[in-house]
C-alpha cells in the first residue's frame, strides 16, 4: 500500500519558501560568509572561536587538561560564537573555517599563523603540539585515534540524527525517531563493550578519545541533551555509567564545560574566558546558585 500523504522528491531540489523548525534560520544549502566582521582576538598565542555544545566543549576540556598538567603555553582566550545568530557566518570566521562550525582556533605562536578546524582536528593539534593525552608507542596511538575517529564519525548520529528528529523537529516522526534511536543505542552499546574491557578508549591511559566522546555521551546519560535518558534507557550502560562519572569528576573537564556557556542561570554562565580567574567566578557563581 502506498501512503497518499508520503513525501514524493522533485526531479530537482530546491530549498523550502516556508521551512519551520528551531534551526531553519541558519540553514543554507549554500557555504560562505553572510556578512563582513572581524574575529576579536585575545592577549594568548591560542585563540579559540567556539560555543559549549559537545564539540566545543571537547577543545575547552583539552585546553582545560592541558593547563592542569603543567602546559602554560596552552594558555587561551575563547570567544563566543553565537550560532543560532549566525556569527559563524562572518567572513573572520569562515577564514578559519569555510564549513562555518564550531569550535576552530587560531594558534600565533607558529611563524606563520595555524587555522585549525574541526573538533577532532584541534585535539589532535594539541595532543602533537604539546605532547599530551596521545600515546608515543604506535600501536597504543593507534588505538586512540582508533576510538578518537569513531567518536568523530559517530556523533553525527547521535546529534543531527537522533538529536533533531527527537528533540527539535517541528513534527514527531516515527521513521526517523526509531533510525536514529536504533544507531544511537547500538553506539552505547559499542562504547559500553568497550569501556567493559579498558578504562579509557584508548586503553589504560585517559586521552583524547575520551575527551572527544564525553561530552556527547555523558549529555545524553546525564539527561542534558535531548531529555531523552529514560527513552534510550541510558543506566543499561553500566560501563558507560562508570566511565561517564569518573571522567566528569576530573576538575579540568569540570573547568572545560563551563567556557563559552550560554545556558542557565545567568550568573554561571562563561561567554568568554581569557584567564583562569574566569572559571573561577563561574565556578563559585554555579556553587552558590
Do not use: C
Request: aromatic share 12%; glycine share 8%; net charge negative.
Amino acid at each position: 500500500m502506498t501512503d497518499p500523504n508520503a513525501y514524493i522528491p522533485p526531479e530537482v531540489w530546491s530549498p523550502p519558501q516556508n521551512e519551520s523548525g528551531r534551526f531553519s534560520g541558519i540553514n543554507r544549502p549554500e557555504a560562505g560568509a553572510r556578512f563582513e566582521a572581524e574575529l576579536p582576538r585575545g592577549r594568548h598565542p591560542l585563540q579559540l572561536y567556539s560555543l559549549a555544545t559537545p564539540n566545543g566543549q571537547k577543545v575547552t576540556i583539552m585546553l582545560e587538561e592541558l593547563l592542569a598538567a603543567g602546559v602554560k603555553e596552552a594558555e587561551y582566550d575563547a570567544h563566543l560564537i553565537r550560532i543560532m545568530e549566525e556569527a559563524q557566518f562572518s567572513s573572520g570566521f569562515v577564514a578559519i573555517n569555510p564549513n562555518s562550525k564550531i569550535p576552530a582556533m587560531v594558534d600565533y605562536s607558529e611563524p606563520t599563523p595555524v587555522r585549525v578546524f574541526e573538533s577532532g582536528a584541534i585535539l589532535l593539534y594539541l595532543a602533537e603540539k604539546f605532547g599530551r593525552f596521545l600515546p608515543a608507542d604506535r600501536a597504543a596511538r593507534t588505538e586512540a585515534l582508533n576510538w578518537l575517529f569513531w567518536v568523530q564519525g559517530s556523533a553525527p548520529f547521535i546529534g543531527g540524527g537522533f538529536g533533531h528528529f527527537y528533540a527539535y523537529a517541528p513534527t514527531k516522526q516515527e521513521y526517523p525517531i526509531n533510525r536514529y534511536t536504533m544507531e544511537t543505542k547500538r553506539l552505547l552499546d559499542v562504547l559500553d563493550r568497550r569501556l567493559a574491557e579498558e578504562t579509557y578508549l584508548g586503553g589504560t591511559e585517559y586521552g583524547i578519545a575520551d575527551m572527544a566522546a564525553w561530552p556527547w555521551f555523558a549529555g545524553l546519560m546525564e539527561n542534558r541533551v535531548y531529555q531523552a535518558a529514560k527513552f534510550l534507557d541510558a543506566e543499561r550502560y553500566t560501563h558507560v555509567r562508570r566511565w561517564v562519572d569518573e571522567v566528569g569528576a576530573r576538575p579540568a573537564v569540570q573547568r572545560g564545560i563551563i567556557v563559552n556557556s550560554t545556558n542557565g542561570d545567568e550568573a554561571g554562565q562563561l561567554h568568554e574566558r581569557h584567564d583562569a580567574s574566569d572559571i573561577d567566578a563561574a565556578l563559585a557563581a554555579r556553587q552558590a546558585g
